[in-house]
């Protein structure tokens, strides 16, 4: 009978014996970590009676002509989706009252009538887009959500969420290389803010020194969710710092506030710094569009903040204090609700584009 082969030995595992005592391996440093400057605490601005007054007379203007929009759009004269601004003044008037009109550049997405208002646009062509007319600003083919003039340095109103953001980027891009000492203005929302085209955006800004303000406008709900349940980081100034790029919180309500921490913001960017990321705490009294219930929060939510925190309201206490009279803020939304009439007149008057424009600026050039 065979015998069974013999069982295969394994060679026993070497081990390097280890030295007695402690080790005299030496520990590799930490890399040095970089001096990162931080901006200035912004500062509540201190106006002048006229700024104040001027500050009042832009949010008033919006605040009524997206009075008059809502209402036009109850009518049937708007179509489409229509996005208000109201509740939200404080942010564009303070933020753009800072700016250089001649060379600073303002890029949004689609609720977006107040930007153009407070970067001094006409409230006839604006509300005439809103209408579909020939004599709107992109002659009536661009609507609420899509709105733009080069002229005025007005990039758009953007239907898609979070693509202005490196829209923006770019235009911060061609500022740089033509070094026109210009700044790019790129809003958000905090529905946008976890988009990943915007944190590729804050990449290149950042390694490239870009001159933008990335404007988070924190409304609280995005669509229809709180900030709260969307976002795991809900204080959303922080976005920034993984890129290095330093982020202020600021209270949106306030305009002196938005316009001490633009001061703050354009000072950074304008010393070559790169990027700055400004979160402003605000909130919409409407709901995301006209067609939308808003039945996720409480009216008593709402109010309370209207009662509590109304930009408007809070700068007519600035007004008084500064020794303006009831009579004189009357006399100006009188003014005010007159030019918001004349231009939903001069809307609906307007003649609605050719049939043929369909097939015009689809392209810059003919091909």
């Known amino acids: 009978m065979a015998k069974a082969p013999a069982p295969r030995k394994t060679p026993a595992r070497k081990t390097a014996s280890k030295p007695a005592g402690k ?29 104040l007054l001027e500050y009042y007379r832009q949010m008033l203007l919006i605040r009524r002509f997206e009075e008059k929009a809502g209402q036009l759009y109850g009518l049937g004269l708007i179509g489409g989706f229509c996005h208000l601004y109201i509740g939200q003044e404080a942010v564009a008037v303070g933020l753009q009252s800072a700016l250089d009109g001649d060379k600073d550049k303002v890029i949004t997405g689609y609720r ?8 001094g646009l006409d409230p006839k062509v604006i509300m005439a887009e809103l209408t579909g007319r020939a004599a709107g600003i992109a002659q009536g083919k661009g ?19 979070g693509a202005q953001v490196p829209l923006g980027a770019g235009l911060a891009f061609a500022q740089k290389y033509n070094d026109d000492g210009g700044v790019t203005l790129a809003y958000f929302g905090d529905g946008a ?17 870009l001159p933008i303000i990335f404007v988070i406008e924190n409304n609280q709900y995005a669509m229809g969710t709180s900030v709260n349940r969307s976002s795991a ?51 919409r009294y409407r709901g995301h569009s006209m067609s939308d219930p808003a039945k996720y929060r409480s009216r008593e939510e709402v109010q309370s903040v209207r009662e509590k925190s109304d930009p408007i309201e809070g700068v007519k206490k600035d007004l008084e204090a500064a020794g303006i009279s009831e009579d004189e ?17 001069f809307a609906e008057s307007s003649p609605e584009p050719d049939p043929d424009e369909l097939y015009t600026d689809v392209l810059v050039e003919q091909y």
Not at 112 to 119: E, K, N, Q, V
């Open 143 to 161: 609507g609420s959500m899509h709105m733009f003039s080069v002229e005025k340095g007005f990039y758009g109103g953007h239907g898609i969420v």
């Open 112 to 119: 977006d009538h107040g930007h153009m208002l407070a970067y």
């Open 193 to 209: 803010a976890n988009q990943g085209q915007v944190y590729e955006a804050f990449n290149m800004a950042e390694l490239w020194k």
């Open 233 to 283: 980081e809900d204080q959303l100034y922080r976005r920034g710092e993984s890129f290095r790029i330093p982020g202020l919180q600021v209270n949106g309500m306030d305009v002196l506030e938005v316009r001490g921490a633009a001061t703050v913001a354009l000072d950074w960017v304008r010393a070559g710094k790169g990027p700055i990321l400004l979160e402003l705490k605000t909130y």
């Open 329 to 345: 803020m009357k006399a100006i939304d009188k003014e005010i609700k007159a030019i918001i009439g004349e231009a939903a007149d």
């Open 23 to 51: 080790s005299t391996a030496r520990k590799s440093a930490p890399p040095p970590q970089p001096n990162r400057e931080r901006p200035d605490e912004p500062q509540r601005f201190e106006a002048t009676k006229e700024q």
